[in-house]
C-alpha cells in the first residue's frame, strides 16, 4: 500500500515540486518583507515566520517516521525503512533549522540566544535522539547485531522516540518548571 502510494506521488513530483516551491517564495515574501513588525518585538518578529514552520515541518516529518516504523514492524517493507530513513534526515534538518531561528529570535526577544527553557531543552533532546537514530547504521555493522534485525532495532528507536517529540512539542506545559517557561503562552 505504501509503496503504491510513493509510486502514485512519484508520478506527479514535478508538479507538487513546483507548487510548493512557488507556495514557499510567496510564504517567505509576505512573511519576512510584506508583514509589518509588531508593537511589541519590533522586526525580530519576522523570523517566526521562518521558525514555526520549520518546527512544524519537523513535527510532521517525526510523524511520518513513527507510521512508518509501526509500518515496517508490521510488514518488513524495505521501502518504508528507507522512507524512514530519508524521513530522519529531513527531520534532523527542520529540528536544526528551528532551534538555529529559535535562537536568533530569544536573542532579539530575551536577550539570549539559549535560556535553558524545557521547550528549548526537550527540542534539543529530540534533535540529538534522531540523529542517534541516523548514525546507528554506521554503528550496527560493528557489533554482533544480525543484519536482518538491525531495520527492527531501528524501528523500535523511532517508536520510543516518538514520545520524546511528543512531549516536546505538546505536553512539556505539564511540567512543574513550566511556570517559568517562555513558551508557554496561554493555558
Not at 539570549?112 to 521547550?119: E, I, L, N, R, V
Not at 512539556?172 to 517557561?181: C, G, I, Q, Y
Request: proline share 5%; charged share 10%; aromatic share 14%.
Amino acid at each position: 500500500m505504501i509503496s503504491a502510494m510513493i509510486k502514485w506521488m512519484q508520478r506527479y513530483e514535478g508538479w507538487v515540486g513546483a507548487g510548493g516551491g512557488a507556495c514557499l517564495i510567496v510564504g517567505l515574501y509576505l512573511g519576512l518583507v510584506a508583514s509589518p513588525p509588531d508593537y511589541y518585538q519590533g522586526e525580530v518578529v519576522r523570523i517566526m515566520y521562518v521558525h514555526v514552520p520549520l518546527a512544524q515541518t519537523a513535527m510532521l516529518a517525526y510523524s511520518v517516521l513513527f507510521g512508518g516504523s509501526l509500518w515496517y514492524l508490521w510488514k518488513r517493507d524495505p521501502v518504508v525503512d528507507n522512507m524512514c530513513h530519508a524521513a530522519a534526515g529531513l527531520s534532523a534538518f527542520f529540528t536544526a533549522g528551528a532551534l538555529i531561528t529559535g535562537s536568533i529570535w530569544a536573542k532579539g526577544a530575551w536577550g539570549t540566544y539559549w535560556g535553558w527553557d524545557p521547550k528549548e531543552t526537550w527540542s534539543l533532546i529530540s534533535w540529538l535522539v534522531y540523529l542517534s537514530y541516523l548514525h546507528l547504521p554506521m554503528i550496527l555493522p560493528k557489533t554482533k547485531i544480525k543484519k536482518t534485525f538491525a531495520p527492527i532495532l531501528l524501528s523500535i528507536v523511532l517508536l520510543v522516540a516518538f514520545p520524546i517529540v511528543l512531549f516536546t512539542f505538546m505536553g512539556m506545559h505539564k511540567l512543574p518548571t513550566a511556570v517559568d517557561s517562555d513558551h508557554i503562552y496561554a493555558e
